[in-house]
């Protein structure tokens, strides 16, 4: 009597056929993640390395007797004309070089910035200065990536950047030991640059701080004081029915919108700088209050009305009770969503982008008023950029941005974890 | 120099508070009956009393600095030459504060601007004294006032929660200032534009070309110029290709996701799978972005090559296809929400007349809550549509009038990027268009999302 | 008997368009318990709830007549709601003792209402209320653990030692042990005799027997209107109207 009819089986495979269209596409969806994410670290670890080259340099050539460099001050060693020098040092690699284009091509192995290394290698050991030290200075973006396997070797010479006899004089350095491949510190702590081996995400570490830290600042408690005004004291009248419909909106609007509104108004009617942390803070801001009232005004929704009616009840205000037992109950939710807001800030690039973020900076900002870029206008610019030592970099700067974000979610888990009262 | 002054400010306002909390001690103690309120509020009331209204006279008063100043400064520039422009009195004020900071830019001089120096630091320093003068006294003399005031009988506990009542409601507003500073933002310029290219050739125009305009010097436009530069439909169209082709990835996998997690999975793997997959949401659109460009494009050329389609290296499909799995957090999500609340009742009516659970889902589920999932591909349209970064680093930036995913389509926020990043002028005809676009986007998304949260919110009202 | 504590004359209660009560007008005896029974709906709890002012909290709802206590109309626009608050406490029908410590649970009326004026002051009070609510004893180890982690019974005991950390008149209790077992509701209804010493209290119950074991007086209610009032005695064993005779005899209810 139960047993299954032709048709009863037609209908069990299409049973089958459809879950399997489920799990591809839910598999569909978690293999893009995994690409994704596999994608970028393959590509971004390398930057976190870079290559440098031994040379030996003869500080006696500058000043005879070395102790002197001990006297000097900072300034004045930087002061000093060590560019002859320098090159001539690099030079000393390979003496037997005569013609000038060969030296020239020699030069280039290095990265641009060799008299400056070697200064500071000067005036970071100045106290005991050897006659003749050796210095590890930083390779071209070129052999850079000839040493990571990211550049081909095998291409013909002329599509290649770097040339034939520049290989030969890495590969014989290689082969003396001369190589070094270090931990590229300065990615972390230096400003852009147009050179890829001496970029560093360090002005746009600070530049994403700074501005998440005004967000931080504007957004949380003016978010959380609208949410407790809409959630606790306003009539439900037309106007309060006003205010919630907008922010519902706010919430949908893209982030590009805000953009237009930050140079519309932020910047040509109050007339504030451009392309600081201060204006993409307060942009940013506006974009985050929706996220966090809402989150707010759920948590607030989610203390029961019990514990506001026993406030009452012996003689507390509306305000007190309130302020001393249904915000700070409601705290642990306000909170996650405000981290989660600051996330989403943290991401942000299209409102950046039409605020002047963009612009080429060098220095390491120092204070919310200071043009600077932030991580993820970081990424759009190098991702512009033609070079192949921008790859890495941009690789490496999603890395680090996700790894921000990382932290921030799970520091939202956490709280919720924590504190979250269930009622 | 303004945060020591705000700073100056908050401590006069916290010495309020201490006097303020001793006078009611003190009252407390001598009356030997009860005062109204606790002491602390009294404290509390000469603090507000001493830092809100001179903050927001401090407040005025920068608002205002800079207006004073110009005026001041410029005048003998304007009794020479009263038409003196906008831009020409930004660049003699930029010129001004720098010769008085010691940039020298320019090699000459004129007398004028060296008198115009001293004028400037004589005005700047004159407001900076006053300030200063204004706001603390202002603070002082209204922290005696309040301190005055308190008796046994004031309620100052009534007072400060007034004010803090306010200063909440305050706060509430500021969503109600930003989307009227947004709307206001936008419909300025965009009144602007039309004003110079008829909204017809906007809305309807074919050709989108602003850097013709851009080239030339704005003051001496004509209209020939102004004519087919601004069509906008070659960004709607790609706008809408664009997103047509993120909803043919997004909508199949986020909805059989939301099914497979909300009907298929069990509690385990519903635990770690929904989170990964909102991952996906959280990751931002730069990164997406660069992995279009990057990654994506090349495999999508390659494969169309090897079919034998020409297809640009900037594809739309390339673009379309990555925004799609940004968006299927969005559509799985909420659609997972609305299947889940559809009543247990409607599953056990079909499984207890024998049907499998596919013919369930398919037969009963899906058009149980299909309004509410009609509403969740909206909101991801109206996601697609704003959706900035990728399509600025993926699609095209030439705008070109084409249905083929192959070709490279730009679309309405791409154009506002390409025309505001770097430096604008802000009265071409071409920066008010990227606002006009802004505009556009702003109604468009708007209207997208009132529907679905109609749509959405019908549908929840049926099965409360 | 003793003289009357609060007297209800011609309550109306409205939830918007609704009316909840009609035209209640009782009087209630001081350091007497008094009980208000009925069917669930009747309106007992909304009438409780006037007498505190608790249904100023809800935005829809309006009274309408005039309740006085010793004489002063609390409706009167110079009362301070706070204060009459202070005066008249209340008990919930869940147990509701803030998220916090056992000792700041009862701590915070007097601190809001400025009747402590040191540490020690406010120590004293937490240890008398806690005795008087019954509840010392068992908790006085662990007064800065949370209230939230005690027994339902005990739970409800700290509330109604939170009542009475203000010195109130009068305390309020609406179903106080309807949440709570049989053991804990009898150690509660001790207590109100003890408690009624001391203050006016006005219990609302569903349980008929706990209305006829603490309350002297007993007021029946039904679809919002006052239908009898009298001794608990004459309520339970000779009531003047049908109605009450068939909800005391479970005809319906």
């Given at each position: 009597m139960f047993d299954a009819s032709a048709n009863l089986k037609k209908r069990l495979k299409s049973e089958r056929r459809f879950q399997i269209f489920c799990i591809t596409a839910i598999s569909f969806a978690l293999i893009f993640v995994l690409i994704l994410f596999l994608n970028i670290f393959s590509s971004g670890y390398s930057a976190f390395y870079k290559t440098t080259i031994a040379i030996d340099v003869d500080y006696s050539q500058v000043i005879e007797d070395t102790?002197?460099?001990?006297?000097?001050?900072?300034?004045?060693?930087?002061?000093?004309?060590?560019?002859?020098?320098?090159?001539?040092?690099?030079?000393?690699?390979?003496p037997d070089i005569e013609d000038r284009k060969e030296k020239k091509l020699l030069i280039r192995i290095f990265s641009i910035e060799y008299e400056d290394e070697i200064k500071q290698f000067l005036i970071k050991n100045k106290e005991n200065i050897k006659k003749i030290e050796t210095v590890y200075l930083t390779a071209s973006d070129d052999v850079d990536q000839v040493r990571k396997g990211n550049y081909p070797r095998d291409l013909p010479e002329e599509r290649r950047r770097i040339k034939d006899i520049q290989l030969e004089y890495y590969d014989i350095l290689e082969n003396n030991g001369r190589v070094k491949y270090v931990f590229n510190i300065p990615f972390l702590t230096r400003g852009d640059s147009r050179e890829p081996e001496l970029a560093g995400v360090g002005g746009s570490i600070v530049g994403?701080?700074?501005?998440?830290?005004?967000?931080?600042?504007?957004?949380?408690?003016?978010?959380?004081?609208?949410?407790?005004?809409?959630?606790?004291f306003a009539k439900s009248n037309r106007f309060t029915d006003f205010i919630e419909i907008n922010i519902n909106n706010l919430a949908a609007v893209p982030s590009i919108v805000f953009g237009l509104l930050g140079l519309g108004i932020i910047l040509n009617v109050f007339g504030l700088p451009r392309s600081t942390p201060l204006v993409g803070g307060i942009v940013l801001s506006l974009m985050t209050l929706p996220t966090i009232i809402i989150a707010t005004r759920a948590s607030l929704r989610a203390v029961p009305p019990s514990i506001r009616e026993g406030a009452l009840a012996v003689g507390a205000t509306k305000m007190q009770a309130v302020m001393h037992h249904v915000v700070p109950l409601a705290m642990p939710g306000a909170l996650t969503g405000t981290i989660i807001g600051l996330a989403q800030a943290l991401g942000e690039t299209a409102p950046l982008l039409l605020i002047g973020m963009v612009a080429f900076v060098v220095d390491v900002p120092s204070s919310p008023l200071d043009a600077s870029a932030s991580l993820p206008v970081q990424v759009y610019l190098w991702a512009e950029s033609a070079e192949r030592g921008y790859v890495e970099?941009?690789?490496?700067?999603?890395?680090?941005?996700?790894?921000?974000?990382?932290?921030?979610?799970?520091?939202a888990v956490l709280i919720r974890r924590k504190f979250e009262t269930k009622w | 120099m303004g945060l020591f002054l705000i700073l100056l400010v908050l401590t006069i306002g916290a010495f309020g508070f201490l006097i303020g909390r001793l006078k009611a001690i003190k009252l407390r103690s001598a009356s030997q009956k009860k005062i109204t309120s606790l002491n602390h509020y009294y404290g509390y009331y000469i603090a507000i009393f001493a830092i809100v209204p001179s903050l927001l006279v401090f407040l005025a008063i920068t608002a205002f600095q800079g207006y004073i100043v110009e005026v001041y400064v410029l005048s003998d520039f304007i009794d020479l030459n009263p038409n003196l422009?906008?831009?020409?009195?930004?660049?003699?004020?930029?010129?001004?504060?720098?010769?008085?900071?010691?940039?020298?830019?320019?090699?000459?001089?004129?007398?004028?601007?060296?008198d115009a120096v001293d004028k400037y630091?004589?005005?700047?320093?004159?407001?900076?004294?006053?300030?200063?003068?204004?706001?603390?006294?202002?603070?002082?003399?209204?922290?005696?006032?309040?301190?005055?005031?308190?008796?046994?009988?004031?309620?100052?506990?009534?007072?400060?929660?007034?004010?803090?009542?306010?200063?909440?409601?305050?706060?509430?507003?500021?969503?109600?200032?930003?989307?009227?500073?947004?709307?206001?933002?936008?419909?300025?310029?965009?009144?602007?534009?039309?004003?110079?290219?008829?909204?017809?050739?906007?809305?309807?125009?074919?050709?989108?070309?602003?850097?013709?305009?851009?080239?030339?010097?704005?003051?001496?436009?004509?209209?020939?110029?102004?004519?087919?530069?601004?069509?906008?439909?070659?960004?709607?169209?790609?706008?809408?290709?664009?997103?047509?082709?993120?909803?043919?990835?997004?909508?199949?996998?986020?909805?059989?996701?939301?099914?497979?997690?909300?009907?298929?999975?069990?509690?385990?793997?519903?635990?770690?799978?929904?989170?990964?997959?909102?991952?996906?949401?959280?990751?931002?659109?730069?990164?997406?972005?660069?992995?279009?460009?990057?990654?994506?494009?090349?495999?999508?050329?390659?494969?169309?090559?090897?079919?034998?389609?020409?297809?640009?290296s900037e594809s739309a499909l390339a673009a379309g296809f990555v925004m799609g799995i940004m968006i299927i957090p969005f559509v799985s999500s909420l659609s997972d929400d609305v299947i889940n609340s559809v009543p247990q009742s409607l599953r056990e009516g079909s499984y207890a007349m024998g049907a499998t659970k596919s013919e369930t889902i398919r037969k009963v589920l899906l058009p149980a809550a299909l309004p509410g999932i009609i509403g969740s591909f909206l909101l991801a349209v109206s996601r697609a549509i704003g959706e900035t970064m990728i399509v600025v680093m993926a699609a095209g930036l030439a705008a070109k009038l084409?249905?083929?995913?192959?070709?490279?389509?730009?679309?309405?926020?791409?154009?506002?990027?390409?025309?505001?990043?770097?430096?604008?002028?802000?009265?071409?005809?071409?920066?008010?268009?990227?606002?006009?676009?802004g505009l556009t986007l702003f109604i468009v998304t708007l209207l997208l999302n009132f529907i679905a949260l109609q749509v959405v919110k019908k549908y929840t009202e049926r099965y409360d | 008997m003793n003289k009357i504590k609060i007297s209800a004359k011609n309550i109306d209660v409205?939830?918007?368009?609704?009316?909840?009560?009609?035209d209640v007008s009782m009087d209630m005896y001081e350091k007497e318990v008094t009980a208000l029974i009925g069917p669930s709906g009747c309106g007992k709890s909304t009438f409780l709830r006037?007498?505190?002012?608790?249904?100023?909290?809800?935005?829809?709802?309006?009274?309408?007549?005039?309740?006085?206590?010793?004489?002063?109309?609390?409706?009167?626009?110079?009362?301070?709601?706070?204060?009459?608050?202070?005066?008249?406490?209340?008990?919930?029908?869940?147990?509701?003792?803030f998220p916090k410590s056992i000792y700041e649970n009862i701590a915070y009326g007097p601190r809001i209402h400025g009747i402590a004026n040191s540490k020690t002051d406010l120590d004293e009070i937490v240890e008398t209320s806690l005795q008087k609510a019954a509840l010392f004893d068992e908790v006085k180890d662990r007064l800065h653990q949370p209230g939230t982690g005690l027994s339902g019974g005990q739970q409800q005991r700290l509330c109604i030692a939170r009542a009475i950390s203000v010195n109130p008149e009068i305390i309020l209790m609406d179903e106080p042990c309807s949440a709570l077992d049989p053991i804990a509701t009898a150690k509660i209804e001790d207590l109100m005799s003890e408690l009624k010493k001391e203050f006016t209290i006005i219990i609302v119950t569903h349980s008929m027997q706990q209305a006829a074991r603490v309350s002297k007086n007993t007021g029946f209610f039904h679809l919002g209107k006052l239908i009898e009032v009298d001794s608990t005695d004459t309520i339970f064993s000779n009531p003047g109207n049908q109605k009450t005779q068939d909800y005391i005899t479970g005809r319906f209810g």
């Open positions: 102790t002197q460099f001990a006297a000097m001050s900072d300034d004045e060693i930087n002061k000093l004309d060590l560019f002859r020098f320098s090159k001539k040092s690099i030079y000393s690699l390979f994403s701080f700074l501005t998440i830290i005004t967000v931080l600042i504007l957004s949380f408690p003016i978010g959380i004081l609208a949410a407790v005004y809409l959630q606790e970099k941009t690789s490496a700067t999603i890395m680090l941005l996700l790894g921000f974000l990382i932290l921030l979610n799970l520091a | 422009l906008a831009s020409d009195k930004n660049l003699l004020l930029a010129q001004i504060v720098n010769t008085s900071k010691g940039i020298e830019l320019f090699d000459e001089i004129s007398p004028l601007v060296t630091i004589y005005i700047e320093e004159l407001i900076d004294t006053l300030t200063y003068v204004i706001v603390l006294s202002v603070a002082g003399l209204l922290s005696l006032v309040a301190y005055v005031k308190i008796k046994s009988n004031l309620d100052s506990r009534k007072f400060v929660e007034s004010f803090l009542l306010i200063l909440f409601f305050t706060c509430s507003l500021v969503a109600i200032m930003t989307t009227v500073g947004i709307i206001f933002s936008l419909l300025f310029q965009t009144l602007k534009f039309f004003s110079q290219v008829p909204i017809t050739d906007f809305l309807f125009g074919l050709n989108w070309s602003p850097q013709r305009v851009f080239v030339r010097d704005s003051g001496d436009l004509d209209t020939r110029d102004l004519q087919n530069a601004f069509g906008a439909i070659p960004l709607f169209a790609g706008t809408f290709l664009i997103a047509f082709i993120a909803m043919c990835v997004a909508i199949p996998v986020g909805l059989m996701t939301a099914i497979y997690l909300a009907e298929y999975a069990s509690p385990n793997l519903r635990d770690w799978a929904k989170p990964i997959i909102e991952i996906l949401a959280g990751i931002p659109t730069v990164v997406y972005g660069f992995f279009a460009a990057l990654t994506v494009a090349p495999i999508v050329r390659d494969l169309g090559q090897n079919a034998g389609f020409t297809v640009s084409t249905a083929n995913p192959f070709d490279a389509a730009t679309t309405i926020t791409t154009q506002i990027v390409v025309i505001l990043i770097g430096d604008q002028e802000f009265d071409s005809p071409k920066t008010q268009a990227a606002f006009a676009l | 409205f939830y918007g368009d609704k009316q909840a009560l009609f006037c007498i505190n002012r608790m249904n100023d909290v809800i935005d829809i709802c309006s009274v309408k007549g005039n309740v006085s206590i010793d004489g002063h109309d609390i409706y009167d626009k110079s009362i301070r709601v706070e204060s009459l608050r202070e005066s008249v406490g209340m008990v919930f029908q869940k147990p509701n003792p």
